[in-house]
């Protein structure tokens, strides 16, 4: 596990540093270039490089998690780009880019984010809040197919209101409630305490489906002779009751394996 930061002081060492959570030492250090560094951000947009990207406000361009420049991030609206929110909005493991009541998704291929490749446009008089931030009421896996929901206030004749947006894109990964991971439901609170930030998952999705994959990979290859179903947890163990609520593999009598979410 690594924390990604930014600082605002300037007698900080680094503008935005990458810190390995267990020893506090700098993987990757921006030099401080001498004031609020005021925004940053991590999130894997990119397949093309292992683990997270990252972002900050003095710096013009988008990093990898060792600290290379992939391209200029130019996120949010053209002519007044920040650094925002970081979203689960379509159908695939990767996170989009969330700024201004609109969902940008990154191009790996053309290296670039911008309202070119905005997947959604939030309607019906959405307003953000916290002035300059652009943030919304509140980002968070409300409904439960592990996607996210925004809430934005808005007003019609003299009413206020809450508007929640959901997207309709499908996909063919299935992940548990985000809200189940403790990382990602201490996230929805901090929120609301002080400047609202983006909620973050206590895992990769990305390396959650590879372990997933290898795990049944390996279990194929060992009982490809079974005459009877039989069930496994998520680290290859046998179950005695596969009428469990959760997450299992179901390796079948012709030597095939299934995820099963129940």
């Excluded at 998952?201 to 390996?218: H, I, M």
């Amino acid at each position: 596990m690594e924390v990604f930061i930014i600082t605002e002081e300037t007698e900080a060492q680094y503008d935005a540093a990458l810190i390995d959570a267990k020893t506090g030492n700098i993987l990757v250090g921006k030099p401080q270039t001498g004031g609020d560094t005021a925004r940053g951000l991590a999130l894997d947009c990119d397949s093309k490089y292992d683990g997270a990207e990252f972002m900050e406000m003095s710096d013009a361009n988008l990093m990898t998690s060792k600290g290379e420049v992939i391209a200029p991030w130019k996120a949010g609206s053209v002519g007044s780009s920040s650094i925002n929110y970081a979203i689960y909005w379509d159908g695939d493991l990767l996170r989009e880019y969330h700024d201004r009541s609109h969902v940008d998704k990154w191009n790996a291929t053309s290296k670039a984010w911008d309202r070119t490749c905005t997947l959604y446009q939030f309607g019906y008089g959405a307003n953000s809040v916290n002035g300059t931030k652009n943030n919304p009421n509140l980002q968070c896996d409300l409904y439960g197919d592990w996607r996210e929901e925004v809430v934005y206030w808005a007003q019609n004749n003299g009413n206020y209101y809450l508007t929640i947006f959901t997207t309709t894109t499908e996909s063919q990964y299935k992940l548990p409630w985000l809200r189940d991971d403790h990382t990602y439901d201490m996230a929805i609170v901090w929120q609301n305490c002080g400047y609202n930030q983006p909620p973050h998952l206590g895992y990769s999705p990305v390396t959650y489906y590879k372990q997933l994959k290898e795990q049944a990979t390996a279990i194929r290859q060992v009982n490809n002779t079974v005459s009877a179903p039989r069930y496994y947890d998520l680290t290859g163990r046998p179950l005695a009751n596969p009428n469990h609520s959760g997450i299992f593999i179901e390796q079948l009598s012709d030597g095939t394996s299934r995820i099963i979410h129940r």
